[in-house]
């Protein structure tokens, strides 16, 4: 297994909610049902005036999903523009909710990732490309996935897609890169590293599209979807392997229709599918998440008020609605939608047994949201040990995988700095990642301290080190960056080499404090397989960092710097 680490940068100053909350004794019937609504709205700050705060306080709704880019007006950005950014909108988000808002976004991979390298966030590939990979290479992708967003805010990733590759010409799957596979193994693989990854980050994730949209050939958010000739048995196995794993936090529905199954309903408005099958059959009892309601599979055929009642009726606890789709965008969606929840129930079309026990699903998972310290946000450069081969040849050429396909379409902007040949000549050893973080102008010396004050600790260690790149989150300046590139006379004042001597494994956390800009760097391995010696660790790099500065200044720093170093 290879070894690696996480460079996190500490830039923000805010609070989002600390720790548990306390689930209202005596909720209202608005509370509740406002709690089912998971809704899409446009912004990218959180004012009191926004549209999406006055619901989050008149309609108590209980989450949103995030997106890049605005369907309706065919127009980016919609709510993400960079790191920063988003971690703001999240906290101010949830300042205004006093009940934990679930804040989603569909984090897949490929084409279906709203958080792109162009805006400073990492590369995750397709589920297509990830299936190829050896495990060891997945883990590290998927815990460089769940721990950005939990760093961001975001709590929910509405993933992995767990659907069969079932008919290769599917316009919703196949053709976009989302399923592993076609084998229920490799996607039960797949899939559990990708759970495991967000459910030991602290991060819910979700299994999709139940029960199976893998073999349908259409896509349905441009109509209805028949599977009924196509559809197997295999496609459930997925789903019940992995909700008996007890990593899943939710499961959604799909839209399409199966007459075998639900001779009238499409999944997401059967009862027949989510009470029957998922909840009876597959013995699931936690959340379910309807997909995008107002997908034209649904919202062509049946209207608000029917698509409501019956998705609560057929056991749905989250009806998420995009407000996101090629219909116009409708400010006042979230009010409409209550109005018709709260009618539904005063007619006794919807009892309140059934809207209770989608309150308790709600607020069981919420309950078990982490402790979120964001007194300081990191952001992760990873590195990984050449000494196992690199990241590039571990990830795609012992699996297989032609290089020349890593040049088209999602992946230009990764791989052209991946497998840069000029950067490769440079340093033949080095792992070459686009993982933007914004940092001060101190970081080359303090990681020149750094890297002399470990390498110190073992100097007969040989060969591996770790390498990595970082550049600017700075949007303006991206184009900049990506032509300095090439220019190597000008890329060290992009660019800067990391190299950490690999003399331990063992899990540590190292706080380091520039004396000048007093800025705070982390560096934390996620892997502990070895142990090692740690304990002065700390000594040495504080008398480093002591003979380099003024010992005054030092002193009275490192004093309220919160340097330590962790076992």
């Given amino acids: 297994m290879f070894k690696y680490f996480s460079l996190s940068v500490f830039f923000l100053s805010v609070i989002v909610y600390a720790g548990s909350f306390r689930v209202p004794s ?56 960079s790191y920063q950014q988003v971690n703001r909108l999240i906290c101010g988000l949830q300042s205004f909710s006093k009940i934990p808002l679930l804040v989603a976004v569909d984090q897949e991979g ?58 290769p010409s599917s316009k919703a799957i196949a053709a976009l890169g989302r399923s592993f596979g076609s084998d229920t193994a490799t996607v039960i693989r797949c899939a559990s590293i990708f759970l495991d990854a967000h459910y030991h980050s602290g991060v819910f994730s ?28 295999t496609e459930l196995v997925p789903f019940r392997s992995l909700i008996n794993s007890g990593m899943v936090s939710a499961v959604m529905t799909n839209h399409v229709y199966n007459s075998k199954l639900d001779p ?27 997909d995008d309601l107002q997908m034209d599979a649904i919202r062509k055929k049946y209207s608000l008020e029917e698509t409501l009642e019956l998705s609560i009726k057929a056991g749905a606890d989250i009806l998420l609605i995009g407000n996101n789709s090629f219909a116009p965008y409708d400010s006042s969606l979230a009010q409409k939608a209550m109005n018709i929840l ?5 007619t006794g079309k919807i009892t309140h047994a059934r809207v209770d026990s989608s309150w308790a699903r709600i607020m069981t998972l919420k309950k078990k949201l982490p402790r979120l310290n964001t007194e300081t946000i990191p952001v992760r450069l990873l590195c990984v040990n050449p000494d196992s081969t690199s990241i590039f040849n571990d990830c795609f050429n ?4 032609d290089i020349r396909n890593l040049y088209t379409g999602e992946n230009q902007p990764y791989n052209k700095v991946l497998i840069d040949s000029l950067l490769k000549n440079w340093w033949p050893d080095a792992i070459i990642l686009p993982y933007p973080v914004h940092l001060s102008q101190k970081l080359p010396s303090l990681v020149s301290k750094l ?48 190299e950490v001597s690999l003399w331990n494994e063992k899990a540590v956390s190292l706080n380091i404090r520039d004396l000048k800009s007093d800025t705070l760097y982390r560096l934390v391995p996620f892997a502990a397989q070895n142990s090692g010696r740690i304990s002065d660790v700390s000594s040495v790099i504080k008398a480093n960092l002591r003979k380099s500065e003024n010992k005054k200044s030092a002193k009275k720093k490192l004093s309220s710097g919160n340097m330590s170093l962790k076992r």
């Fill in 451 to 498: 890297r002399s004050s470990i390498q110190n600790l073992n100097p007969n260690n040989p060969k591996p080190v770790m390498y990595g790149f970082i550049h600017t989150t700075d949007t303006a300046n991206q184009k900049i960056i990506m032509d300095r590139y090439y220019k190597k006379n000008q890329i060290s004042t992009i660019l800067k080499l990391i």
């Fill in 206 to 233: 979700t299994l999709k599209h139940f029960p199976g949209h893998g073999s349908g050939r259409g896509d349905t958010h441009e109509g209805i979807v028949d599977v009924t000739n196509t559809w197997r048995k």
């Fill in 264 to 290: 009238v309903y499409p999944a997401t408005l059967s009862s027949s599918i989510i009470n029957g099958i998922l909840r009876q059959d597959l013995s699931w009892n936690g959340l379910v998440i309807t």
């Fill in 398 to 401: 012992d699996n297989g995988f």
């Fill in 110 to 167: 490929g084409q279906v990732s709203r958080l792109k390298p162009e805006a400073g966030f990492p590369f995750l590939p397709s589920a297509k490309i990830m299936s190829r990979l050896s495990s060891d290479s997945l883990t590290v992708l998927a815990y460089n996935c769940a721990l950005n967003l939990r760093d961001l805010g975001i709590n929910i990733n509405l993933a992995p897609v767990v659907d069969l590759n079932i008919d």
């Fill in 342 to 346: 709260m009618n539904l129930v005063s």
């Fill in 26 to 81: 005596n909720p209202s019937m608005s509370q509740k049902l406002g709690q089912m609504l998971l809704l899409g709205f446009r912004g990218t700050e959180a004012t009191e005036q926004s549209h999406v705060v006055q619901d989050i306080l008149s309609q108590k709704i209980g989450g949103v999903i995030l997106f890049d880019t605005d369907k309706p007006s065919r127009t980016s950005p919609r709510n993400i523009v």
